[in-house]
């Protein structure tokens, strides 16, 4: 028996804007001011690589990076805070940064030059698991085996976990995927006209895409990058689960799961609190 059955995706409650976080925008707007201040001094770039050693030292290596794309991983790190820091100030500045054509596709997005879209998705997940060749499935029979892990496509099996205590958590069957996808871009781009606030569009996005399970592996690897790129098309920072903070990110995906958003956009709120609070210190 399942301890939770999987249900269609859900468009935010009409009453999203009661979830909103209020000290982020605040610190938000201080923030862009304090980049401007600090623009091509030794202090914002000391800050910019002292955030990338930390993230990289403390994120949980098994939980957040394969070691087969640790990589992959390293470079969307360092860009993503290049790019949060221009994005405060000047879109423009962005030719100027060099990257590989792929970081540059995936993040053509935080730069408006595209939205959301299923195949910007599927284009995610090539590039997230290019290194990883296989992933385990289970057959009719319940038997485990390694399959090759298609990039890009949607998932052929189901792919729903078998919990410790012998339940099972169920994600979208297969033939559910495409049309699901397609409700999600739409009531996404529908939120971006609405006004969503940027925590609570993150944390959203991060659920349902998590919800569907839409590849046969490295969905949490999308969801994390997805909801990345929200908060970095506002001029902010990825989202990086620590070790420190793993159990309190699988509770708040628990909460979302039985419909309360809240723990979840509060959880990354904090997080972008914590890296703006720190910048806002930095010395003129």
């Known amino acids: 028996m399942s301890s939770y059955s999987w249900q269609?995706?859900?468009?935010?409650?009409?009453?999203?804007?009661?979830?909103?976080?209020?000290?982020?925008?605040?610190?938000?707007?201080?923030?862009?001011?304090?980049?401007?201040?600090?623009?091509?001094?030794?202090?914002?770039?000391?800050?910019?690589?002292?955030?990338?050693?930390?993230?990289?030292?403390?994120?949980?290596?098994?939980?957040?990076?394969?070691?087969?794309?640790?990589?992959?991983?390293?470079t969307i790190l360092e860009q993503s805070i290049e790019l949060s820091i221009t994005t405060a100030m000047a879109p423009a500045k962005l030719a100027e940064i060099s990257v590989p054509e792929y970081i540059r596709v995936l993040f053509s997005f935080v730069t408006q030059q595209r939205n959301l879209s299923v195949f910007y998705i599927k284009e995610l997940h090539q590039v997230l698991t290019r290194n990883q060749p296989t992933t385990?499935?289970?057959?009719?029979?319940?038997?485990?085996?390694?399959?090759?892990?298609?990039h890009g496509q949607w998932k052929s099996r189901s792919n729903n976990p078998r919990r410790p205590d012998g339940t099972i958590h169920e994600y979208c069957p297969p033939e559910q995927v495409a049309s699901e996808m397609e409700n999600l871009v739409e009531m996404h781009n529908r939120h971006q006209k609405m006004g969503v606030s940027t925590e609570i569009e993150a944390a959203?996005?991060?659920?349902?895409?998590?919800?569907?399970?839409?590849?046969?592996?490295?969905?949490?690897?999308?969801?994390?990058?997805?909801?990345?790129?929200?908060?970095?098309?506002?001029?902010?920072?990825?989202?990086v689960i620590t070790q420190n903070d793993r159990q309190e990110y699988?509770?708040?995906?628990?909460?979302?799961?039985?419909?309360?958003?809240?723990?979840?956009?509060?959880?990354?709120?904090?997080?972008q609190e914590k890296i703006l609070i720190k910048g806002l210190g930095l010395p003129t």
């Open 8 to 74: 269609p995706i859900e468009d935010l409650e009409e009453n999203w804007a009661d979830l909103r976080y209020q000290q982020l925008e605040v610190l938000i707007n201080a923030w862009k001011q304090r980049v401007q201040q600090l623009q091509g001094s030794s202090v914002l770039k000391s800050f910019k690589d002292n955030l990338r050693r930390e993230w990289l030292s403390k994120v949980d290596m098994l939980e957040y990076l394969y070691s087969t794309d640790r990589g992959t991983t390293q």
């Open 136 to 150: 385990q499935a289970q057959d009719s029979f319940g038997n485990l085996l390694q399959i090759p892990l298609v």
């Open 250 to 271: 699988i509770l708040a995906s628990e909460a979302a799961d039985t419909g309360d958003l809240r723990h979840l956009i509060n959880l990354f709120s904090r997080l």
């Open 204 to 239: 959203w996005l991060h659920h349902r895409f998590t919800q569907i399970h839409p590849f046969q592996d490295g969905n949490g690897r999308v969801a994390r990058t997805l909801a990345s790129l929200i908060f970095i098309r506002r001029g902010l920072f990825p989202v």
